[in-house]
């Protein structure tokens, strides 16, 4: 193939190729000729691939080789600079021009054409290409590799004038020491003010190193108590209290106060002497200040508490009014959150108990008891379970109005004994009260099932009693609301005495009924 293409060589321009900066790279050679067939016509404005090699006459370095793609004009010329090509083997940068003889080898469409070797001009390129310099004026140098930009100083750089960072300012200082202040853009920190810096701020190794947080010591390095948060234990003394307070202002008020844990903003804050309470929750226990042995998780829970003792409240705003209450337990939001001097109550559920100011009340269940207020030693179970007065005491209710069934496996027991009992008189009231009874069955409204119950009408026996002047009995009920209850218990001694009194009246007529008799045969006999 090599006889049948020729190639006219009108000229090889050596030299270095200038163009702008953001043009691209620059250190090209310059290469034009005129490609003609074997038959000795001109390829005229045929787009050829030429191919370009850089050989060492002896063995330096690496060689290169690049492709060219071009176009020849109607007089079959095409021009290409050395150096811009796809390169095939090696890296034109890379390559060693030096004082060394260099061969180059031409190629057309892929058929070598011929080798030349090339002239003293390129040489000069040793000085600037091979350190990958070029001046572009004003005494500015770039280096220029695989179109990124790199700076290599292998030995000394002097900077006379001001050293920029890209579009920064000026940087004129070297950092030498171990602070890096100020955020500057004004100085280069060295290897040693960065080590420096790190070793000096590689973190806390103990709490008291912490901005917001310390360690008691009382002399003793036992560090008994821990606080986290800014101003957590602000006041306390120091001594072994073994206090632990985690968040802000946590156990703020605290000097002597001991075994104290507070967890969440401003928990147990104006707490100074109470000792063994434990707040779990914003604003928990806030206010304490000598109450001890209290518990309180949930947000504000037990926040009012002063100097009450021994209570439990778990939920949001559970015990939130007591003060100087002590021993109650309130689990459920809100429950017993009224209570301020109230003792031994307990309420389990969402807003149990939550009106009550008195003691020993118990509650289980949603809103149960929860309209009580003065009442005490009451007891409420299940949801919105309510006695009939908000205000007495003693009072037990299971069960809210739309209760349908009731029952337990045995029979009830009620106490009965005399010492129970003061002003025992007999039952004044027997047939003459059970005649005027009003013995009813009817359909309760809360009954889906529709079954009919036998019972009376507590109105029916409330205008009976009024007639009968039998009033202050316990018989009938009346709540807040003017709802009437019966208690049905009491019929059966009420029963008992009209059977009485029947059987002495059976008792007496069988008593005539023999006078009767016996004067029948004496007459007969007559």
């Known amino acids: 193939m090599k006889q049948k293409l020729q190639l006219l060589i009108l000229f090889l321009s050596l030299g270095i190729y200038t163009t702008s900066f953001s043009q691209g790279y620059s250190g090209y050679v310059n290469y034009q000729g005129v490609a003609s067939n074997a038959s000795g016509e001109v390829m005229a404005e045929e787009t050829i691939t030429v191919g370009i090699g850089l050989r060492h006459v002896i063995d330096v370095g690496d060689d290169y080789s690049e492709n060219h793609t071009v176009t020849t004009d109607t007089n079959g010329v095409f021009s290409l600079k050395i150096g811009s090509g796809t390169a095939t083997e090696g890296r034109y940068y890379d390559f060693e021009w030096s004082n060394i003889g260099v061969e180059l080898t031409v190629s057309i469409n892929g058929t070598e054409i011929g080798t030349t070797e090339m002239q003293a001009v390129p040489y000069a390129l040793s000085s600037g290409y091979q350190s990958h310099w070029r001046d572009i004026g004003t005494d500015e140098f770039i280096m220029i590799e695989d179109d990124a930009y790199r700076v290599i100083i292998s030995n000394k750089l002097l900077v006379e004038g001001d050293m920029r960072l890209q579009s920064g300012a000026a940087v004129n200082e070297i950092s030498t020491d171990g602070t890096l202040a100020g955020n500057s853009d004004e100085a280069i920190p060295t290897e040693k003010a960065i080590k420096t810096y790190v070793d000096n701020n590689k973190g806390a190794s103990s709490i008291n190193e912490l901005i917001d947080a310390k360690s008691d010591n009382d002399g003793t390095d036992n560090g008994s108590s821990v606080f986290i948060g800014v101003d957590a234990g602000l006041n306390d003394n120091g001594t072994a209290n073994a206090n632990v307070g985690i968040g802000y202002q946590a156990l703020y008020s605290n000097t002597t106060g001991s075994v104290n844990t507070a967890i969440g903003f401003k928990t147990l804050y104006s707490n100074i002497t109470g000792s063994y309470n434990t707040a779990n929750g914003v604003f928990a226990l806030n206010k304490n200040t000598s109450g001890s042995q209290n518990s309180a998780n949930g947000r504000e829970a037990l926040f009012k508490n002063t100097t009450g003792n021994s209570n439990t409240a778990n939920g949001y705003q559970s015990l939130y009014e007591n003060t100087t209450g002590n021993y109650n337990t309130a689990i459920g939001l809100s429950s017993l959150k009224k209570n301020k001097i109230g003792y031994y109550n307990t309420a389990i559920g969402r807003h149990a108990l939550q009106n009550t100011t008195a003691s020993y009340n118990v509650a289980v269940g949603n809103d149960a008891l929860n309209d009580l207020t003065t009442g005490s030693n009451n007891i409420g179970i299940g949801a919105d379970s309510q006695v009939p007065s908000a205000t007495a005491s003693h009072q037990v209710r299971i069960g809210n109005s739309q209760i349908t069934y009731a029952g ?20 004044q009231y027997g047939l003459d009260m059970v005649t005027q009874l009003k013995p009813v069955d ?4 809360n009954n889906e099932a529709k079954t009919r119950e036998i019972g009376f009408v507590a109105q029916d026996v409330e205008l009976l009693l009024n007639k009968l002047g039998y009033t202050n009995t316990g018989i009938l009920t009346k709540d807040d609301e003017g709802r ?28 005539l009924y023999k006078d009767l008799l016996k004067r029948v045969e004496v007459l007969e006999k007559i």
Not at 417 to 423: G, N, R, T, V
């Open 484 to 511: 009437l209850s019966l208690r049905y218990n009491d019929f059966i001694p009420l029963l008992t005495k009209s059977v009485q009194e029947l059987n002495d009246k059976t008792n007496a007529l069988e008593t």
């Open 408 to 427: 337990v496996q045995v029979a009830w027991t009620i106490t009965s004994d005399a010492a129970w009992k003061d002003d025992i008189q007999p039952l």
């Open 442 to 445: 009817y359909v309760r409204q």
